[in-house]
């Protein structure tokens, strides 16, 4: 009978640790997440009063190139590889042969997300869902990166079902782009925002694995 109680108690115990420890993940779950919306609105405003502000002097054309893939995610072996394959969600997979070799804007093309945009760097592929854009001369890629993010698609978009735009018409599209040097200025201070962002994001994934490992070990 004893042994019962000292048991029960020390489950009690334990479970009063859990219990405040699961409280602590959210506590702090809840505190990174605004950690992060706050970076979130601090890039995006800053980003305007940088570049939106601006007098538009340019057509998008321009400044970017455009290229398309015809690569699909049927073609993506299941086996990894060694060059990262960009669909719109991000890396889809691997394989063992690259098709790009420079940095660019990704741009999805069709579908619920079009007009997100990612950046990539060094050597990977594309889906068909996207369009890669490079720089022309004296376009600092980085800076059109952060430019298209505040970018408004909605009256490029075509397509009564799935969604599409197209650079030959957003193209078009004039934009604020200053000298070279402004313009590696202004992508180097929301580069150290955009830095810290994801620094804080990783955060979050961790706090977030944390909290399903020690939830999923309860059950076991």
């Not at 601090?42 to 290229?67: E, P, R, T, W, Y």
Request: glycine share 6%.
């Amino acid at each position: 009978m004893m042994y019962i109680e000292k048991y029960l108690i020390f489950s009690i115990i334990e479970q009063k640790k859990i219990t405040d420890f699961l409280s602590l993940l959210d506590d702090r779950i809840s505190t990174q997440m605004k950690i992060i919306e706050k970076l979130e609105s601090l890039i995006k405003g800053v980003a305007h009063s940088l570049i939106k502000n601006g007098k538009a002097n340019i057509q998008i054309k321009d400044c970017l190139n455009c290229f398309s893939s015809t690569l699909m995610e049927s073609m993506i072996p299941d086996s990894d590889g060694k060059y990262p394959v960009y669909g719109a969600i991000g890396v889809i997979g691997y394989m063992n042969e690259n098709t790009i070799n420079t940095d660019a804007i990704l741009i999805i093309k069709d579908g619920a997300s079009v007009g997100r945009v990612q950046y990539a760097e060094g050597k990977y592929s594309v889906t068909g869902t996207l369009n890669y854009l490079t720089p022309k001369d004296k376009t600092s890629l980085k800076y059109m990166y952060y430019c298209l993010q505040l970018f408004n698609f909605d009256k490029y978009k075509v397509g009564s079902g799935i969604p599409h735009i197209y650079f030959k018409d957003y193209g078009h599209e004039y934009i604020y782009r200053p000298s070279f040097e402004k313009q590696k200025e202004i992508a180097s201070v929301l580069s150290t925002i955009d830095e810290k962002l994801g620094i804080e994001r990783k955060v979050l994934e961790k706090y977030a694995e944390q909290k399903e490992h020690l939830l999923c070990n309860l059950f076991i």
